[in-house]
């Protein structure tokens, strides 16, 4: 069964940093393509950036450009979003999903099969 759970968000100023967390468990992250994607209230989940199983990354969400990045962790099996000089705007629950029966990121939620429960980003002053 895998398993993925997000943590590290929060309540947090305009630009102000947070770190994202996605942890696996009864899966090997190595090896596969992680995505980061978001859902503000009242709008689709919306693809922000993936990192793929040879670790390239693709930046799904123009307007976190210089901002955002993903990277793996030395902690095996966690991959993590660094998110830089937040903006009201980010302010959305944030998911990490991944799939087994595909081997390239896609910035399309239906592309992912497993999906950890988000974590809640709030930028406000």
């Known amino acids: 069964q895998v398993q993925l759970v997000e943590s590290g968000g929060g309540l947090v100023q305009p630009g102000g940093s947070l770190i994202l967390s996605c942890a696996a468990s009864?899966?090997?992250?190595?090896?596969?393509?992680i995505g980061w994607f978001r859902q503000a209230p009242g709008k689709e989940r919306e693809g922000v950036l993936c990192?793929?199983?040879?670790?390239?990354?693709?930046v799904y969400t123009n307007s976190v450009k210089g901002r955002f990045t993903i990277a793996r962790g030395n902690i095996k099996n966690t991959v993590y979003l660094q998110m830089n000089n937040l903006k009201p705007e980010d302010t959305a629950v944030y998911y990490c999903a991944t799939d087994r029966d595909r081997y390239s990121c896609s910035g399309d939620p239906g592309m992912y099969s497993y999906w950890g429960q988000g974590t809640q980003v709030t930028v406000s002053s």
């Open positions: 990192i793929s199983r040879n670790d390239l990354t693709t």
């Open positions: 009864g899966y090997a992250l190595d090896g596969y393509h």
